[in-house]
């Protein structure tokens, strides 16, 4: 059976709405478990500067991670 | 032709979205404005059994603050809250923290660390805060003689001390 358009639009409507119900407002007296440090996105800044230091060495050289600046070679 | 299934599968979803609509409009509360009356609301001190009101202390000044033992700006608030007591609490006012942990274990832990000299309670429910549809944590009151919210303050910064002791200052010598 070949679905009308009117019908494939009411689906997708309905199938949005059950996306929407996942949607969830946490209110801010409700981040207890959000302020935890295993749920920061990046790692605490100390942490973040030593693995940048030792992937930096394991690259062998400087701008492992990139660096600013032209083309020109010269660091 | 029009299939009949296909036109009441439309108003279903029509209704369905209106409804998800209402639902996040009505999640969104609009914060509480200056002027407004506290809105009652109760919960139990930390140090014993009683149940407290903010509408108990009519007649005096309350200073609202809703903290919990995982928000950072909380620290700082704490010395800052001992000290207005200390100085304004003969002059008739009352800091009431109200905490927002969900156990009562959380906030006594946080309380060893950083004492009150004023009265705390706990609201695990999440009640009090709702009712005075908090925008961050920490947020603060000031609650007027009459019952009346003065200021709001969302979030705790070391420049927001003087604004607040002269809202409570302010608030002390109204009748």
Redesign the interface.
């Known amino acids: 059976m070949r679905m009308?358009r009117?019908?494939s639009?009411?689906?997708s409507?309905?199938l949005a709405?059950f996306a929407?119900?996942g949607?969830a407002?946490v209110?801010?007296?409700?981040?207890?478990t959000l302020?935890?440090p295993a749920m920061a996105i990046e790692d605490p800044v100390h942490e973040t500067t030593q693995k940048l230091r030792t992937y930096s060495a394991k690259e062998g050289g400087a701008a492992a991670t990139g660096v600013g600046g032209g083309g020109c070679g010269c660091n | 032709m029009?299939?009949p299934?296909?036109?009441s599968?439309?108003h279903?979803?029509?209704i369905?979205?209106a409804a998800?609509g209402a639902m996040?409009f009505t999640?969104?509360a609009w914060p509480l404005a200056n002027g407004e009356p506290a809105p009652a609301c109760s919960a139990p001190l930390l140090d014993g059994g009683r149940t407290i009101n903010v509408a108990d202390y009519r007649g005096k000044v309350v200073y609202l603050d809703?903290w919990?033992?995982?928000?950072g700006p909380c620290r700082q608030s704490f010395p800052f809250m001992n000290e207005l007591q200390r100085e304004f609490g003969g002059n008739g006012l009352q800091i009431v923290a109200v905490s927002?942990?969900?156990t009562a274990e959380?906030a006594q832990r946080f309380l060893t660390r950083y004492p009150a000299q004023f009265a705390t309670a706990l609201d695990s429910s999440?009640v009090c805060?709702?009712a005075y549809r908090?925008?961050?944590?920490p947020?603060s009151y000031v609650i007027d003689r009459k019952g009346t919210v003065r200021a709001i303050h969302a979030g705790f910064r070391d420049r927001d001390k003087a604004e607040i002791r002269q809202q409570l200052i302010d608030a002390l010598n109204a009748s």
């Open positions: 009308s009117r019908h639009l009411a689906c409507a309905v709405l929407l119900a949607c407002t209110q801010p007296w409700e981040r207890g302020a935890k | 029009r299939a299934g296909g036109r599968a439309a279903v979803s029509v369905a979205f998800a996040i999640t969104s809703f919990a033992s995982w928000c927002v942990d969900k959380d999440g805060p709702a908090l925008q961050g944590m947020s």
